[in-house]
C-alpha cells in the first residue's frame, strides 16, 4: 500500500485556480521530483490509482469500465494509459465523487473516451461556478441526480448516493456493492485536517451527520477508500476511521460552542491551532480555524 502523498489544495481557491488553469500547475508545484502512478487492486475487479491529487476509484471487469474521480489534467494521462492496458473498452461511467479541481481537473482528459460523466446536481453547480470565477474552460458532468444513482456492470453493482452537506453540497459515496468496497472522495481525509469549503455548501454539523449515516449504512466489513491520507496513513482503511473523523468534528463543534459560552470572538477561534486528541492531525493547520469558525457559525444560526 503506498503512502506516497501530494495534496495539492491548500484552500479552495488556490484548488480553483490549480484545476482551472492546468497550464499553470507546473509553475505552482514544488520543485519535488513527480509523484509516480500507482494502481492498486483492492477487491474482486476494484481498485484505487494514486498520483497526485483526490484518490480515483476503478473497476475493469470484462463488461464494464468505471472510474470514479479524475485527479489533475496532467496525471489523467498515466490513469488513462493504465487503463487502456488493464481494458481495450471504453469507460462506461466517470463518476465525480465531488467538484474539487484535484477530483475533477482531469475530466477533459477522460472525456472522449468515456460515455457519460455523472455526478450530484450540486457538485455539476459547484463546478461551473468555479469555472466561471476562473474565466477557464472545464468538464462538466452530462448526468446529474439529487440524491442516488447507481448502474449494474456485468456482475458488480455501482451506487452513488449524497447523504447531505459535509466537505461540499455535493459530496456522493460511491458503493461497489458485491466488492463490498466504499470510495468517500474527500469525505475522509485518513488523519489530515479536513477542509469545509462552506461557500460550496459543506457544513460542520452535517458531516457528522453524514459520516453516522454511512457507518451505519454500509456492512461492517466494508472497505472504504479515502481522498487523501496524510504521510503514514493508507488510502482505505474502515468504519473506525469513518468514527475517528467524526470524533474530530464533533470535538471541533464542542471547541465552538465552548468559546460562543465564553464569549469569545470568532476570530480568536480562526486563530487555533490545536485541537485536544488530534494534535497528530497532519496536513494543512489553518483548515482547522477555518472548521471552528464555520462550526460557530452554525451553532449561531441554530440559536
Ligand atoms: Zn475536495
Redesign the pocket.
Do not use: M
Given at each position: 500500500m503506498s503512502v506516497n502523498r501530494r495534496e495539492f489544495?491548500t484552500t479552495s481557491t488556490l484548488?480553483a485556480v490549480a484545476g482551472a488553469v492546468p497550464a499553470s500547475l507546473a509553475a505552482q508545484a514544488p520543485a519535488a521530483p513527480p509523484a509516480p502512478a500507482i494502481f492498486t487492486p483492492l477487491r474482486r475487479n476494484v481498485g484505487i490509482f494514486n498520483q497526485r491529487g483526490?484518490t480515483i476509484g476503478w473497476l475493469v471487469s470484462p463488461d464494464g469500465l468505471l472510474v470514479v474521480d479524475t485527479q489533475f489534467a496532467d496525471t489523467a494521462p498515466n490513469l488513462v494509459a493504465g487503463l487502456k492496458e488493464r481494458s481495450p473498452r471504453q469507460i462506461d461511467v466517470l463518476i465525480n465523487s465531488?467538484h474539487?479541481p484535484?477530483?475533477t481537473g482531469g475530466n477533459g482528459v477522460l472525456r472522449p473516451m468515456a460515455k457519460q460523466i455523472v455526478a450530484h446536481v450540486r457538485s455539476a453547480e459547484n463546478q461551473k461556478v468555479q469555472a466561471e470565477r476562473m474565466k477557464a474552460a472545464t468538464t462538466l458532468p452530462d448526468v446529474t441526480f439529487p440524491a442516488t444513482w447507481s448502474v449494474k456492470l456485468g456482475d458488480e453493482t455501482i451506487s452513488a448516493r449524497h447523504w447531505g452537506p459535509a466537505?461540499?453540497g455535493g459530496d456522493v459515496s460511491i458503493h461497489f456493492e458485491q466488492a463490498n468496497v466504499v470510495h468517500l472522495?474527500?469525505l475522509l481525509n485518513n488523519r489530515g485536517y479536513p477542509?469545509v469549503?462552506a461557500p460550496a455548501g459543506a457544513s460542520v454539523h452535517g458531516w457528522v451527520q453524514v459520516l453516522e449515516k454511512m457507518a451505519a449504512a454500509f456492512p461492517a466489513d466494508a472497505l472504504y477508500v479515502f481522498?487523501h491520507a496524510e504521510a503514514g496513513h493508507p488510502f482505505i482503511g474502515t468504519r473506525t476511521d469513518l468514527h475517528y473523523q467524526r470524533d474530530y468534528f464533533a470535538a471541533v463543534i464542542e471547541m465552538a460552542r465552548a468559546a460562543r459560552k465564553q464569549g469569545k470572538a470568532k476570530e480568536e477561534l480562526a486563530k487555533v491551532e490545536v485541537l485536544p486528541k488530534f494534535e497528530h492531525f497532519g496536513g494543512q493547520k489553518p483548515r482547522l480555524g477555518l472548521a471552528l469558525t464555520i462550526a460557530y457559525d452554525e451553532l449561531a444560526a441554530r440559536g
Open positions: 489544495v484548488a483526490g465531488h474539487h484535484d477530483h466537505h461540499t472522495g474527500d477542509n469549503d481522498g
